[in-house]
């Protein structure tokens, strides 16, 4: 091959490098799910060695493709974040793909700001982590006036669009069930957000758990808002009216952290007198004292699964819409116990 500094790099170049035959690289470029994974590295790299990746943008522009994916997530903080942008990213580079990080903060005008990105071109999809239609999208716009998209984390209430995320539902079920098993019958379900479609969700796995048990049980919700400090309220709130569970089963870790925090300042030691169970499995949950006992979310797969989904619409539009519900694991730590004798 000559020095290529000293003219532009061609998909003869790019071919050559990587092993392969020209119609493999422009076919890698033009639709690389049909391009096997160690192909599709190899023409990669070989891009990146020859500096053909302009000419590749170039392609994309006459193609009216960036090979760009717009993320749009209400709080880049969230501690599930991290993990299912993991996933995010390592999918759409095994396919050439980059990724755009849109941080809403639950506000309209940073949504429109960011649908920019797909109105000029500088985007071909959209994954959702906000739970719901951007602004510009609503309320029923029909997707043909829409580029691809795929909600993740969040469900979005729309029946046309595909959705990747944790099987809330059977997950709260069987956090439920775990309480039951270790004796508890006085069960309270500290809420997320009233917004928050995923509180509902949990609190009908926790409700099938309930009704599903030998004995009769009280179904019984305080509402919080997924923060420490509603957890911590929630407590108040019980003690209070003298009105007190055995066991704490919250919609999230930062709930069921707020709630083990207020009990300790009360005196009260977790898991010997009130046992406390998470969703979610942050990093400090395993950090915290007691470590605390959740449901982790394979975030990093549901990432994963959701890119995967987006491009597979990118080459096909007349795919269907899908909903994967992934399976919860039950993470047993040290904040739940048997119940106590004399309670």
């Known amino acids: 091959m000559d020095d290529p500094g000293s003219r532009p790099a061609t998909i003869e170049d790019v071919a050559k490098l990587a092993g392969v035959s020209i119609a493999t690289v422009s076919r890698a470029l033009r639709s690389p799910e049909k391009v096997a994974e160690s192909t599709r590295k190899k023409v990669t790299a070989a891009i990146a060695r020859t500096g053909y990746t302009a000419n590749a943008m170039a392609q994309n522009l006459r193609m009216q493709r960036s090979q760009m994916v717009l993320v749009l997530a209400s709080a880049i903080a969230d501690p599930n974040f991290a993990g299912i942008l993991t996933g995010l990213e390592k999918a759409a580079n095994d396919r050439g793909y980059g990724v755009l990080i849109g941080n809403t903060e639950g506000t309209t005008g940073l949504e429109q700001n960011y649908l920019r990105f797909l109105s000029t071109g500088m985007a071909d999809g959209l994954i959702l982590l906000t739970g719901h239609i951007p602004v510009a999208g609503e309320p029923q716009t029909p997707l043909t006036a829409l580029p691809p998209i795929i909600a993740t984390e969040r469900p979005v209430d729309r029946a046309d669009i595909s959705y990747v995320g944790v099987d809330d539902v059977a997950s709260a079920k069987m956090a439920t069930e775990y309480l039951i098993?270790?004796?508890?019958?006085?069960?309270?379900?500290?809420?997320?957000?009233?917004?928050d479609v995923r509180s509902d969700l949990r609190h009908s796995g926790y409700q099938?758990?309930?009704?599903?048990?030998?004995?009769?049980?009280?179904?019984?919700?305080?509402?919080?808002?997924?923060?420490?400090?509603?957890?911590?309220?929630?407590?108040?709130?019980?003690?209070?009216?003298?009105?007190?569970?055995?066991?704490?089963?919250?919609?999230?870790?930062?709930?069921?952290?707020?709630?083990?925090?207020?009990?300790?300042?009360?005196?009260?030691r977790v898991p010997v007198d009130f046992s406390v169970l998470g969703f979610d499995d942050i990093p400090f949950a395993n950090n915290f004292t007691p470590g605390l006992t959740t449901i982790r979310q394979p975030r990093q797969h549901i990432?994963?699964?959701?890119?995967s989904l987006?491009?597979?619409?990118?080459?096909?539009?007349?795919?269907?819409?899908?909903?994967?519900?992934?399976?919860?694991?039950?993470?047993?730590r040290e904040s739940c116990a048997g119940v106590r004798k004399d309670r």
């Open 181 to 195: 098993s270790l004796g508890h019958r006085r069960i309270v379900f500290i809420s997320g957000g009233p917004a």
């Open 208 to 268: 099938k758990g309930l009704m599903e048990s030998a004995v009769t049980l009280r179904d019984w919700r305080l509402e919080g808002d997924g923060s420490a400090e509603s957890g911590r309220a929630a407590v108040e709130r019980l003690f209070i009216k003298d009105d007190l569970p055995t066991a704490f089963f919250c919609f999230n870790d930062n709930t069921a952290i707020g709630v083990i925090s207020a009990l300790q300042m009360r005196g009260y």
């Open 303 to 307: 990432g994963e699964m959701a890119m």
């Open 310 to 332: 987006l491009l597979d619409k990118l080459a096909n539009r007349t795919l269907s819409v899908q909903t994967h519900l992934l399976h919860g694991d039950l993470i047993v």
